[in-house]
């Protein structure tokens, strides 16, 4: 069993990005970008390829004003034929919404980090696995088919707490899937992730969780976010969050930033040879029309400057 | 065999950072650093923990004004207790001076790609294994303690070719260790590498070069450099090249830039409890002193700005 798990499996043949801009990256910037042009994004990022976009979350808008418009860029986001639009829920209230927009998947936020979660939530992190089995229940009495995935976020570390025990992330994996959601995610919040502690988390969540456990989310705070996405490749997990230009960080974990930058990630993904249906001229393209719509804020990534590879040019 | 080899062993307990900001970094930068700022950035990095930089080139001082002093940066270097300085050099020229000069390891660049060889130094690789050979006679006439290690340049594609054959990279080494050579390291001078090449590469060679191969040399062109570090960590090589700053490049290779940055990868190796006897407060601040002397380039990395995480500060 331990031998059979320091074996990495094959990589996997089709890897899978989720848009997590229009979310996680718009959330921590305060000038609110109109509705017109985050419906242009989704647009374009559909053409380019992308099936599955976050895009808003359902708090309240007084919190929130950059995503009070999540309802609009959601029923937009719901006529592209096969893209799964998911919004972020931090409670049953936005849970409630979700069900009623008809949101195809509603991500829920479950700090492994105590401190965190008092902080973010003000809630401990039982007291929200608590309301998820609500949640859960509220999506199974609407006969409602939007899907529940909870993320695990902190999970690899914790800028309030510092150190998030790994077996405190197994309990919570183990908490959350008893209470019957559809999915789980594991969620590098700050930047604190390393390989080795992403090949070591995965392993021990996976064997819990199986299918159900299939995305990472990695920030590129300190440079580490690919070798991160590397590290879960290699275990089969074949699905990852990011965000063009690399923006995003949390609003309640000072000195987060950047995610994983969705250009860069679709060029690893294409080099290995797995398969992400992105076309990289259209990816590029949107990611200067966003630098234009965000003027004035940071882009990351590496891609954008350096252009693809003549290797990959030629087979293009 | 077949299986034997795709079981990753261990990771690597101790992990050596080679420090080619003094030669990689500063060749493709036109203002000459002064010979005090070189002595002082070795002096500084060797308190910080560093045990081995390459400290210049010897190639003719008209075709690089910014390391005509190496003879000069070399002699104070051999004056620190245990620090192995090496120095590149192009040919048998270069070597004899190199050995005149008692470098402690001078590193032979041999492209892989047959036009990046042509274009590099006007041979072909062929060309070039039979100078080393008679770089390898000439130390060895001179009863010189000098290492030779052969750095096979652009082995994972190029910038003028495209693609390398991983079977011309595997026949180089052998040719190159055939001629008695001390190490022979991988190199991914243009930034082409993908974690999935990185694995096939040191796969195909670690099996006939041994200890003899355990150096990887990676630019972060496309943001893939710790990535990269990492597949190749997984195989059990330890020792990798890097820059301060992530600057470099190769003049020879357009749009090449970006060593994989230093205090980067001191990061990412300490995270993952592999020592490196790095001080990161010492790095950084070296890292600062760097930013003021090449006032105008761009420095890359990411650590500088976001600072290590607060559960590595708690356990400094």
């Not at 008809?102 to 980090?113: D, F, G, I, K, N």
Request: charged share 20%; with cysteine; hydrophobic share 45%.
């Amino acid at each position: 069993m331990q031998e059979q798990s320091l074996r990495p499996r094959s990589l996997p043949r089709v890897g899978i990005i989720r848009e997590m801009g229009l979310r996680d990256g718009l959330q921590s910037i305060a000038a609110v970008m109109p509705t017109a042009h985050k419906i242009e994004w989704i647009r374009a990022a559909y053409e380019a390829g992308q099936r599955e976009i976050e895009v808003g979350s359902f708090v309240p808008a007084r919190l929130l004003p950059q995503l009070a418009d999540t309802a609009e860029v959601l029923a937009f986001a719901k006529t592209l034929p096969g893209l799964q639009a998911s919004v972020l829920v931090p409670n049953l209230k936005g849970a409630e919404r979700a069900i009623a927009e008809s949101a195809c998947l509603m991500l829920v936020p479950l700090s492994a980090s105590h401190a965190h979660s008092l902080a973010n939530l003000r809630k401990a992190p039982d007291e929200v696995v608590a309301d998820i089995a609500r949640i859960r229940a509220a999506r199974d009495a609407a006969g409602s088919g939007t899907l529940i995935e909870v993320g695990i976020s902190t999970a690899f570390g914790c800028t309030i707490q510092g150190r998030v025990e790994p077996s405190e992330v197994v309990r919570l994996v183990k908490a959350v899937l008893d209470t019957g959601v559809d999915r789980v995610s594991l969620a590098d919040t700050v930047g604190y992730a390393d390989p080795a502690m992403v090949r070591e988390m995965f392993e021990l969540t996976l064997p819990i969780a199986g299918d159900r456990l299939n995305c990472g989310h990695f920030h590129d705070t300190r440079g580490l976010g690919l070798a991160n996405v590397y590290a879960a490749l290699e275990l089969g997990v074949s699905r990852f969050d990011a965000c063009l230009g690399g923006i995003g960080g949390c609003p309640h974990a000072p000195g987060a930033s950047g995610n994983v930058a969705t250009e860069d990630l679709a060029y690893m993904l294409a080099s290995m040879g797995i398969a992400t249906g992105q076309d990289f001229d259209a990816l590029l393209a949107l990611r200067a029309r966003l630098a234009g719509w965000l003027a004035g804020e940071t882009l990351h990534g590496s891609l954008w400057r350096a252009g693809l590879p003549k290797t990959m040019k030629e087979f293009a």
